[in-house]
Structure formats: structure tokens, C-alpha cells
């Protein structure tokens, strides 16, 4: 009740939860214009910047405007910490990897205790081919948050390509124990070729298998 008090006497920041709502529901077109709507009426909204930001960036498309949107929106507020991040994963989006790593180097500095700071700090430095960097940024994001499947599994890739193929292999397993619908790990752990697969972890790749409701991508 407190906040929709709040939302009826403030209505830009009523126009930015309505299009942020939008964004989150998937509904794009909804919230590009409920976000365009807010920057007209208050072209310094520093929260719109970013959601409309990341509406284009889900439809991957504008992605220079997004990056252009959040780079004023961090001209304005220079230690908005999620716009930061946000800039960071598009500026790897764009291949501007040198350019998202100083970033990256900012939001740890300024978010020591992200997880997901540091995990993107790792894509940005895996991305500009500084493996031994990335494999670092990912275990510093696996000492704060030690359940993120993805990031076992991408320090798993950084090890690999690093030649640590057992603490690869214990990683990508590491991955599939919090997600065994993570295919990727399986297809890595075969491309090792310094394990056979346990029975139980045949089993597991059989039952996902038999699953409807298995994405592309987990």
C-alpha cells in the first residue's frame, strides 16, 4: 500500500514500474513505448534509460542504442551500479570486449560482493581471450554464490582451455549436480576425454531426454 501511495504522487517513477513490469512479462512493444513515454516526460529518468536499455537488448536489436542509453544514464549517475552491469553485458554483446572489461573493472570495485559482477567480468575477459583472468573472476563468483550451475560450468570451459582437464571435469560435474539439465556440461564432459560417464550420469542425461519441457538452453 505504501508504494502504490508512493507510485500515485510520483508519477514518473509510476511510468517506469509500468513499463518495467512490462519488460519482465515479456512484453516488449508494451514496454518500449510505456519507457519512450517516461523519457519524453523526464529526458533525465536515469531508470527508464536502463529499462528501455534492456527491452532492446531482449530483442537483441538497437543494441547501440541501448549502449547509448545506458552510458547517459551513467553520465548522470556514474555509480548506478546497475546500469553498470547492464553496460557491460551489451558492450560484450557489441564485441567491444576491451571496452566492457574497464567497465567490469569499475562494478567490482564498486560491488566487491556481486556474484554477478565477477561472473561478468569473466565473460568479458573469456571473450577478449584472457582465459587465466576469467577462470580467476569465475571462482571469485563462485566463493560468493557456490550454487550457480552456469558458472561452475564456465569456469569448467576456462579451466579446460587453460589444460586442468580434472578440475574441469569436476567443475562441468559440479555444474549438473545444481542443474542436470544443463546439456552442455554433458557435451563438455564428453569432449574432455579424460572420463567415462557414471552410470548414474546416464541415467540423468536419459531422463532429460524424456522431458517435454526441455529448452535449447538451460
Not at 8 to 36: F, I, K, P
Not at 76 to 92: E, K, R, S, Y
Not at 102 to 129: C, F, I, M, N, S
Not at 186 to 206: G, P
Amino acid at each position: 500500500e505504501a508504494f502504490e501511495g508512493f507510485l500515485d504522487h510520483d508519477q514518473d517513477a509510476a511510468m517506469v514500474a509500468a513499463g518495467a513490469e512490462h519488460w519482465r512479462a515479456g512484453r516488449h512493444e508494451e514496454a518500449e513505448s510505456t519507457l519512450l513515454s517516461a523519457l519524453r516526460k523526464n529526458p533525465e529518468n536515469i531508470d527508464a534509460m536502463r529499462f528501455l536499455a534492456l527491452t532492446y537488448h531482449d530483442q537483441d536489436k538497437k543494441l547501440l542504442d541501448a549502449e547509448a542509453l545506458l552510458r547517459r544514464a551513467l553520465s548522470i549517475a556514474p555509480d548506478f551500479h546497475q546500469a553498470l552491469g547492464n553496460l557491460g553485458m551489451v558492450l560484450v554483446d557489441n564485441n567491444k570486449h576491451g571496452e566492457a572489461i574497464t567497465v567490469y573493472e569499475r562494478l567490482v570495485v564498486l560491488k566487491p560482493g556481486d556474484d554477478g559482477a565477477w561472473t561478468g567480468y569473466g565473460r568479458a575477459l573469456a571473450q577478449a581471450g584472457r582465459v587465466a583472468d576469467a577462470e580467476r573472476a569465475y571462482r571469485k563468483s563462485l566463493e560468493i554464490d557456490a550454487q550457480a550451475p552456469n558458472v561452475h560450468m564456465c569456469r569448467a570451459h576456462m579451466l579446460k582451455t587453460l589444460g586442468r582437464q580434472e578440475e574441469a571435469l569436476r567443475e562441468y560435474r559440479t555444474s549438473i549436480e545444481y542443474n542436470p539439465g544443463l546439456g552442455e556440461s554433458y557435451w563438455s564432459m564428453a569432449n574432455l576425454k579424460v572420463a567415462r560417464f557414471t552410470d548414474q550420469e546416464v541415467t540423468a542425461m536419459e531422463q532429460q531426454l524424456g522431458r517435454d519441457d526441455l529448452k535449447e538452453e538451460s
